[in-house]
């Protein structure tokens, strides 16, 4: 059984640096296409970031780029999302995922192609 918990979550002054981890448990990582989402109150949720199973391809979602990066470690089976100079709209439960059904050079970002997830963690962007 798939079973993802995050940490890093917290509270942040606009500017500041946080890192989110994700470590998965129950599959071999390197067989998952992975991915960052989020959910601010009255939105829908939404990809930040994802990495694609094989290679170094990646997405990231306009207003992140240059700002946030996720990584991966397959032998530690854990991926991570750095997320640097903060705004206030970074503010949102953060959810990690991911899903087998891919291939190598695919990258899914939405949330309907992806069936294992975390159970979020909570990220504040103060002024």
């Known amino acids: 059984q798939v079973h993802l918990v995050e940490s890093g979550g917290g509270l942040v002054q606009t500017g500041g640096s946080l890192r989110l981890s994700c470590a998965v448990s129950g599959v071999a990582l390197s067989r998952y296409a992975v991915g960052w989402f989020r959910q601010a109150p009255g939105k829908e949720r939404e990809c930040v970031a994802a990495f694609a199973r094989g290679g170094s391809i990646t997405y990231y979602l306009d207003s992140v780029k240059g700002r946030f990066t996720i990584s991966r470690d397959n032998a530690k089976n854990t991926f991570d999302l750095q997320m640097n100079s903060l705004k206030p709209e970074d503010t949102a439960v953060y959810y990690c995922?991911?899903?087998?059904?891919?291939?190598?050079?695919?990258?899914?970002?939405?949330?309907?192609?992806?069936?294992?997830w975390g159970q979020g963690t909570q990220v504040t962007v103060s002024l």
């Open positions: 995922a991911a899903d087998y059904r891919f291939f190598d050079a695919e990258i899914p970002t939405t949330t309907n192609e992806y069936d294992y």
